[in-house]
């Protein structure tokens, strides 16, 4: 069996934070859905269709930090073909969704990974405080050879993810087999995550300019739970 060892996907990982954020790099498809997931004209209705989209590529993205096993096959000519072969099966893979704006991402994490098992955490932030409180967390029962695709579409002060991290190492789950799946993240959230949990690895979609007084990332989309499930 060999694996990759060379990270080959359509996002980079040569940010200031470090190998083990992945950023997508923007294609003119790209830029144009977060375009319109940003516009406060969007329409919930697009704004879900959209998002649909960005999370689907997210999935997908995440894959490709997954390592492969060389695989040969025989095509319908009969003809020999070296190929590749995920080495992780889907039921490895557990989708981890920060309620709730995470559960958003479910959808196509089951469309892409059928068998693949899923967990939840309720984290709520204090709206005063701004600090996250654990309410309930539920993972399958673990798995030595699992990868956690853990779920949050905005990695805004890096509180609540850095909580469900906790909960997901406690219960057994190694750090450098976790990867955060965010849509939207900001330099605060990145830096002390990435600090706090060096091992872990992050794919974020977009990395935007700053976090507010309010605790909301700059330029941003707004609430995104409120904005996907209203
Ligand atoms: N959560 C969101 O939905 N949006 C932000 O800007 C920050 C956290």
Redesign the pocket.
């Known amino acids: 069996m060999s694996t990759n060892s060379e990270y080959i996907g359509f996002s980079e990982n040569n940010t200031k934070f470090g190998n083990n954020v992945y950023k997508f790099r923007l294609t003119n498809q790209l830029k144009s859905l977060y375009t319109t997931i940003r516009d406060v004209n969007t329409s919930n209705k697009d704004f879900i269709f959209y998002n649909n989209r960005l999370i689907r590529l997210l999935i997908e993205e995440a894959l490709n930090i997954l390592p492969v096993n060389e695989q040969k096959i025989l095509t319908p000519l009969n003809e020999p073909f070296n190929g590749f072969k995920n080495s992780v099966g889907n039921t490895n893979i557990v989708g981890v969704s920060i309620i709730r704006?995470g559960e958003s991402m479910e959808f196509e994490m089951r469309n892409v990974i059928p068998d693949c098992k899923i967990g939840k955490v309720l984290i709520q932030r204090n709206e005063e405080t701004f600090q996250p409180q654990l309410f309930y967390s539920k993972f399958p029962e673990y798995d030595q050879e699992d990868y956690v695709f853990l779920l949050d579409?905005?990695l805004?002060t890096g509180g609540s993810v850095m909580m469900a991290l906790d909960c997901l190492i406690k219960q057994g789950y190694k750090e450098e087999k976790i990867i955060f799946v965010n849509i939207l993240s900001c330099p605060e959230g990145l830096d002390i995550v990435t600090k706090t949990y060096p091992n872990i690895k992050i794919l974020t979609g977009y990395i935007d300019e700053y976090l507010n007084e309010k605790?909301?990332?700059v330029p941003?989309?707004?609430?995104?739970?409120d904005r996907y499930f209203t």
């Open positions: 704006a579409p905005a805004a605790k909301y990332i941003g989309l707004g609430d995104f739970g």
